[in-house]
């Protein structure tokens, strides 16, 4: 599939102008490759990678094909940087951040370039070009970091190398071809149009018996098929089975030299480079885009629009009232002004009204006075019923409807304003008709006419005077209205204002990225460069070599020195101080104190306690567990540490048997075994717990086995095969165990072995007690060989977390060229959670197998690669050693001198179990001490008092006894409860937020390439069977999580119940400066019994996420999988929450509760100590049966023994 190279032509005005360009766009990163590329084009240099795994070979693999070591091999990753081999001057070029760079000349140490290889921080770019001819000119090998190393770092230094590379061939582990980084990464590749060829190293790893090579190429093709990687060729090989059938390695050497010689013109591309990098430049402008975007609200196209419409909205409410009195007037004036107020009969009625009104006005041909009269009246309220009615009907009426109208239109409906327009009207009487009149006037037709003029715009102003008002009150009522809309739209238009000043930026952002856009398309079609753009590159080109220190290696030394973290004086006295006093010291200094004291009077309870403490100390018992990874060599480093071969090495780490070797006792001899087998209870938890998402349905065992059988489970791929192999060892072992279930039985040494290793008889046992007599156990020391975290059902057990805790001592032992897998890393992340929680250091780290390094310098560099890596999982300065188990044991049994790798561990460990775990109980040995010493001194100054003094004595003792007693239950315990709660909360509510971290590594675990690989009903099944796993990792990793913060609370709670004690000492001392209490031991708490969260969760609640499944190739190839993550997290969180609440309650209620019992039980021991303190004073005043100067000597005596301990007095 090689296709030849198009040259269009690229010049050094291209490589300018987008140099230039990317500058200008502040774009260092893309400019500094394009300089690269520019160097690449003016030596017409052809560039080959190889990169992949850290562990897959690939500096074996290059030395092995240029045949010459030039490369240095390590068991852990040796390239942090690129590395660059030629053939020329014989020069090493050290490409510093600084941009100096230091030569050395051949012959140079392979050891130096090791150390710049490994340097992330200082170092940017390696050069090795040797004298020797092992490439052609213009020729160049490049040598990358692992992608999938410790640090994702690496990745992003190798990826960062790609723009360079003419054929890549990338190197891969036999046991990680479907890793989904590998997978990723071809895909990257690939998309840059980059020849590449995949070697699949370490080939000697196969088994032809577990599965036909040809059957294993073929699903490494289905795979890449699957993904759409289309590599040049697939190569096979091995670096240590030179002779395997399988093994390729000469075509790829010959491929290697077709490409550096034959086919070099053909793959040299500096186009693709150049296309590859623009592409890059794209997208640092798209993200420096975005970036600035997300700071603003979203896009909003219509926020112009909505900005108009709220400005004509406020307007509008701005301008109500004006509006209301503009509509209210010419309502008003309207009704009026068409208001019939005249018609013909009520005119001719106000003709008769006038003549009524005229002096001469009578009735009949005589005017009789009284008819008169009555005829004037009777006109008048004719006129005035009239008029009302009319002015009713045409005016009071239609102004009512029209302000009704016109107020709720403008949203008036208050009712105390519309009671206010029906209750408005006018009545007109008598005297408003007769003050219109006009004295003397003639009445006639247009008198008529003027007066009814007169009395209709009469009629009108007073409506108007009446209207008016009304609108006062509607101007209040609207006042009110609009004030809190008016409010709301002011808000809303500000922030609608925001938008679109948002919106304008986000504008200006797109036309800047599409003009930057187009000026890099300008630059790689029709580049208008000057000279001095491609001076600018030839400058810049020189500055890269400016400076150059030769043979001054200390510059290296000395940058990296600098970084590195050291422990500061806290953790150093924690590793590194002996402790103060020896055990053996102070227990000879107890025997001579009890002899000095135990014939006075009133020194019974301090000799109990100092009799205690020689007890503590002199028949001490300690627990020492050994935990690792299976293959580490736990078995091994505890028959070293024994002395001889006791332990047997399991075959495999399917089942969890604790092995526990201890001192021999009054009922147990030297090697006596005893063996727990497991109940059944045991036995159906450890199936069920396996079997979960088959759902099994028998309650009893034996129905549970026969249900497995006749189900074929135990063939059943779902299941791994260690998983497979644990179920054919209960099937097979079944019938010889099953009378032993639930019991102990006792075997004989020579038996232990068997019973270990044979898993049809391992499967069953629960634990393994072995009695021996040596060394190790004379001290005391009890040795427990935990099994590993990665062995069946050991994760739901509380095994682990119980030696943790409890364990006097824990040993973690790694192999030598062993990388931590999931399981591991697990574990160690949890000592990490707890290690701050213990008063001691006591984790110790052990290298095993450090015979396999070549020299010292090799063992350093693994150690320090292990301690870089125990950082990163939170276990910041461990106490690790290196040591070859094997060795040792051999020594101790051939009885010749320990190796001193061996020597240091155990008398570090030695030290630590007899010295650092007593200290304790030897400060408060001292303590003890004194208080005999400040006694004695008592005793004697109180054989010369008088009589009367005693007797002051003895009120003044009764007088402190009230007062300590008192102040013992003034001891206020609300204050510390609020601080147990406040700091359980606390812990608590980073545990969530560090799930939500870790759900992303968790479901990268589970659901991927190796565990995905089907469609249809099989992948269904697949599915299902990642999610219970992911369920079960995060349901564990929960319940991690609380038991650490279980020891943080505990831990916590022990230093605040020191604190309540030494108060209540300080506190004391003002009142008896003589009383002295003595040490109040230690508490173990409990910690509370948690569930492992999910483990109930039904796997139907994720049916919805589930079903967005649709082929591998979309899951994986288009990123569908994130998808999935995301509302697989977002469902599962719920229940997550859930369960921390849940167990918050349950947390704060115990150690609340064991809080108030310690308290309660402190209060206890001091007045117990109150009393006995008083009583032995009273005693020490009324005996005088010791004279004098007895009682100096004896005073003497414990004087001389203090001063051992002066620091402390």
Avoid at 480 to 500: F, Q
Avoid at 861 to 876: D, P
Avoid at 1067 to 1090: C, M, N, Q, R, W
Wanted: glycine residues 2%; charged residues 30%; proline residues 2%.
């Amino acid at each position: 599939m090689i296709t030849e190279a198009i040259q269009t032509g690229f010049t050094k005005e291209h490589l300018a102008k987008l140099y230039q360009t990317m500058l200008d766009n502040d774009d260092s990163k893309s400019a500094e490759k394009m300089l690269q590329i520019a160097q690449k084009w003016i030596n017409q240099e052809f560039m080959i990678s190889f990169t992949g795994h850290f562990s897959a070979g690939k500096s074996s693999m290059i030395n092995h094909l240029l045949e010459k070591s030039i490369l240095p091999k390590s068991p852990i990753p040796t390239s942090a940087n690129v590395v660059k081999i030629t053939s020329g001057k014989g020069k090493a070029h050290i490409h510093t951040d600084k941009g100096i760079v230091i030569e050395y000349e051949e012959p140079y140490e392979i050891d130096m370039i090791k150390e710049y290889a490994k340097e992330r921080g200082t170092i940017k770019e390696i050069e090795i070009s040797t004298k020797e001819a092992i490439l052609p000119d213009g020729c160049t090998i490049i040598d990358t970091p692992g992608i999938d190393a410790a640090d994702d770092a690496d990745r992003l230094i190798t990826e960062s190398s790609m723009h360079l590379v003419d054929a890549l061939f990338y190197v891969m582990d036999y046991n990680h071809v479907q890793s989904e980084v590998n997978l990723h990464f071809l895909k990257k590749v690939q998309k840059h149009n980059i020849p590449f060829y995949i070697i699949i190293n370490q080939i000697d790893k196969h088994n032809e018996e577990e599965l036909a090579f040809d059957e294993f190429c073929r699903k490494i093709n289905q795979t890449f098929e699957q993904w759409g990687i289309f590599p040049e060729i697939i190569y096979y090989s091995s670096l240590i089975d030179m002779a395997s059938s399988h093994s390729q390695i000469d075509d790829i050497k010959q491929t290697l030299f077709l490409l550096l010689t034959k086919d070099k013109d053909t793959f040299l591309n500096v186009e693709r480079s150049v296309r590859q990098v623009v592409n890059e430049h794209k997208s640092h402008l798209r993200q420096e885009y975005e970036s600035e975007a997300a700071e603003l609200q979203p896009e909003d196209s219509d926020a112009a629009g909505r900005l108009k419409e709220l400005d004509i909205k406020i307007e509008r409410l701005n301008n109500l009232s004006g509006d209301l009195e503009k509509d209210f007037r010419t309502a008003l004036n309207t009704t009026l002004k068409n208001a019939y107020l005249m018609p013909a009969n009520l005119r001719d009625m106000a003709h008769s009204y006038l003549e009524s009104q005229q002096q001469d006005f009578k009735i009949g041909l005589f005017g009789s006075s009284k008819k008169t009269v009555e005829a004037r009246r009777k006109r008048e309220a004719d006129f005035l019923a009239g008029l009302q009615e009319t002015i009713e009907t045409s005016v009071q009426w239609r102004l009512r409807d029209k302000l009704l109208n016109l107020f709720q239109s403008y949203g008036l409906y208050n009712q105390a304003l519309m009671q206010q327009v029906q209750n408005m009207s006018i009545v007109y009487d008598a005297s408003d008709l007769s003050s219109l009149i006009k004295p003397g006037a003639t009445v006639n037709g247009d008198y008529v006419l003027h007066y009814t003029e007169d009395l209709k715009d009469d009629i009108k102003q007073k409506y108007k005077q009446e209207a008016l008002k009304l609108l006062d009150s509607a101007y209040e009522e609207i006042k009110d209205k609009t004030a809190n809309e008016l409010a709301e739209l002011e808000l809303e238009r500000a922030n609608a204002a925001n938008v679109h000043e948002q919106y304008e930026m986000n504008e200006k952002l797109k036309n800047d990225l599409e003009e930057k856009t187009r000026e890099i398309d300008d630059a790689l079609t029709t580049p208008k460069a000057t000279d001095e753009d491609w001076q600018e590159i030839q400058k810049a080109l020189a500055t890269t070599k400016k400076i150059i220190k030769t043979h001054d290696a200390s510059f290296f030394k000395d940058e990296a020195e600098s970084v590195i973290e050291e422990p500061n004086a806290a953790e150093t006295e924690k590793l590194t101080a002996e402790p103060a006093y020896q055990a053996d010291s102070i227990l000879s200094d107890l025997e001579k104190v009890i002899d000095t004291v135990e014939d006075l009077p009133g020194f019974r309870s301090i000799i109990a306690d100092l009799q205690h403490k020689h007890s503590r100390l002199g028949s001490r018992e300690f627990t020492v567990a050994l935990f690792g990874a299976f293959s580490a060599g736990k078995s091994s480093l505890a028959n070293a540490l024994i002395g001889e071969h006791v332990l047997p090495s399991a075959p495999n780490p399917t089942t969890a048997v604790i092995n526990r070797i201890h001192p021999v006792n009054a009922n147990q001899k030297h090697g006596d075994v005893i063996v727990k087998m497991k109940d059944e209870a045991t036995l159906i938890s450890d199936l069920k717990s396996l079997l979960h998402q088959f759902e099994p349905e028998p309650d009893d065992f034996d129905a549970l086995l026969d249900w497995v059988m006749k189900n074929k489970i135990h063939q059943n791929n779902q299941l791994d095969k260690t998983q497979q192999a644990y179920l054919n060892a209960l099937l097979e072992g079944y019938h010889d165990r099953k009378t032993e279930i639930g019991r102990e039985i006792t075997i004989e040494l020579d038996e232990f072995a068997s019973f270990v290793t044979n898993e049809t008889i391992a499967s069953f046992i629960e634990s393994v007690d072995l009695y021996y007599d040596c060394n190790l156990t004379r001290e005391g020391i009890t040795l427990v060989d935990t099994p590993g975290a990665d062995s069946i059902n050991a994760r739901h057990t509380n095994v682990a977390f119980d030696y943790i805790k409890y364990a006097d001592a824990i040993l973690y032992v790694t192999y030598y060229n062993h990388a931590f897998s999931r399981t591991d890393k697990d574990f160690l992340m949890q000592l990490g959670r707890v290690k701050d929680s213990f008063q001691l250091d006591k984790m110790f780290f052990v290298m095993n197998a450090s015979d396999l390094a070549e020299d010292s310098s090799e063992i350093e560099m693994v150690q320090q690669y292990i301690i870089e890596q125990l950082t990163t999982l939170g276990i910041r300065f461990p106490r690790l050693f290196p040591v070859s188990s094997r060795r040792s044991l051999e020594e101790k049994q051939q009885h010749i001198g320990l190796n001193d790798q061996m020597k240091a561990f155990e008398h570090a460990f030695d030290n630590f179990i007899h010295n650092e775990l007593a200290s304790m109980t030897i400060q408060s040995a001292i303590r003890d001490i004194r208080r005999a010493n400040q006694s004695v001194t008592h005793f004697l100054n109180s054989t010369q008092m008088n009589e009367e003094e005693k007797k002051r004595a003895r009120q003044d003792l009764i007088e402190k006894q009230t007062s300590l007693r008192k102040l013992t239950q003034e001891i206020d315990i609300g204050l510390y409860e609020q601080k147990i709660r406040q700091k359980i909360e606390k812990q608590l509510y980073f545990v969530l937020e560090r799930f939500s971290i870790r759900f992303h590594d968790m479901f990268k675990e589970t659901f991927n390439p190796a565990t995905i690989t089907d469609s249809g009903k099989k992948a269904t099944q697949q599915l299902k069977s990642s999610l219970i796993n992911l369920l079960d990792y995060a349901g564990y990793e929960l319940l991690q999580e609380l038991r650490a913060v279980s020891l943080r609370i505990e831990s916590f709670i022990e230093e605040i119940k020191h604190d309540v004690y030494l108060d209540y000492t300080n506190k004391s001392s003002h009142i008896d400066a003589g009383f002295l209490l003595p040490h109040f031991e230690e508490t173990d708490l409990v910690t509370p019994d948690y569930e492992q969260a999910f483990f109930n969760l039904a796997i139907q609640t994720f049916d919805i996420e589930l079903k967005e499944f649709n082929g591998t190739k979309a899951f994986f190839a288009k990123n569908e999988k994130e998808a999935m993550k995301e509302n697989l997290f977002n469902r599962l969180y719920p229940y997550a929450d859930e369960y921390v609440t849940e167990n918050h309650t349950r947390m704060h209620t115990s150690y609340i509760q064991q809080w108030n019992t310690m308290i309660e039980n402190m209060k206890y021991f001091i007045d117990e100590h109150i009393d006995n303190y008083i009583d032995n004073q009273f005693q020490i005043i009324s005996d005088q049966s010791i004279d004098l100067e007895t009682l100096r000597q004896k005073e003497a005596k414990l004087i001389s023994i203090l001063a051992n301990y002066e620091e402390l007095n």
